[in-house]
């Protein structure tokens, strides 16, 4: 596992005094202390773990972290409440710049997956993350598949029927419900069922959509950047 701190989250502007001391690989008491609490919870489970603190400043904060992305398994982002600049920034870079998936888990959320949500459209960017997610599918008690639809799109949701099949010829215990969206958004139709399902995980697509789309028909991934996920979300492109 691989942890990378990013310091002074505001912005990219450090004093000099600072810059000096990272690029003498020194540390702040901060740092210190949150890596020994990473470390130790770490070897507590087994993991080996190396702790990130410092950047070559030649590069931003975005930059570093997708070089560190692109050869990991898996980005966990942190997250109280909406996402705002600059983490919103910094998940979108790595989900749409890195070919990685992504974590985002808010600060209340319980390490569990026992129940897991995977929002199913039958796109490129969906079947990214539930390939993504397998590993952690195959060890829930419980995986629901949801298509939201406009209640004459009967593909998609025969997609779904056909993916639980394909999922129990892999030992997941997955069932298929369809939502018609009835005019709501679809990122309010995905947290709604999860909700109501008592997920602990959802695995769903990320679409990058043209600014005008995102204002018109919404976008379910920007919906979850913009409110705040209430569980765990891990996404992909």
Partial sequence: MLVFEITNLAGEEED???????????????????????????????????IVTGRNYAFTIA??????????DLVVI??????????????????FDTGRPVLLVPGQAQCAASTIVVAWDASRAA?????????????ADRVLVTTIHDG?????????????????????????TGIERQGRQIGACITAF?????????????????????????SASHMIFDAGPALPVLMAN
């Fill in 16 to 50: 000099e005094a600072e810059m000096a001391r990272e690029a003498q690989g020194e540390t702040t008491p901060a740092q210190r202390a949150m890596a020994g609490i990473l470390s130790r919870s770490a070897a507590a489970h087994g993991v080996p773990v190396e």
């Fill in 63 to 72: 930059e570093t972290l997708a070089d560190y992305a692109r050869l990991s």
């Fill in 78 to 95: 942190g997250t109280q409440g909406p996402l705002t600049f600059p983490r919103k920034h910094l998940a979108d870079h790595i989900l």
């Fill in 127 to 139: 079947t990214r993350a539930l390939h993504d997610a397998m590993p952690l599918l195959q060890g």
């Fill in 152 to 176: 004459g799109d009967a593909r998609a949701g025969q997609s779904g029927v056909e993916l639980c099949r394909r999922l129990a010829q892999r030992g997941i215990n997955a069932e298929f």
């Fill in 194 to 218: 999860c909700a109501h399902s008592g997920a602990d995980l959802l695995v769903m697509g990320a679409k990058r959509h043209a600014r005008l789309r995102d204002l018109v028909y919404g």
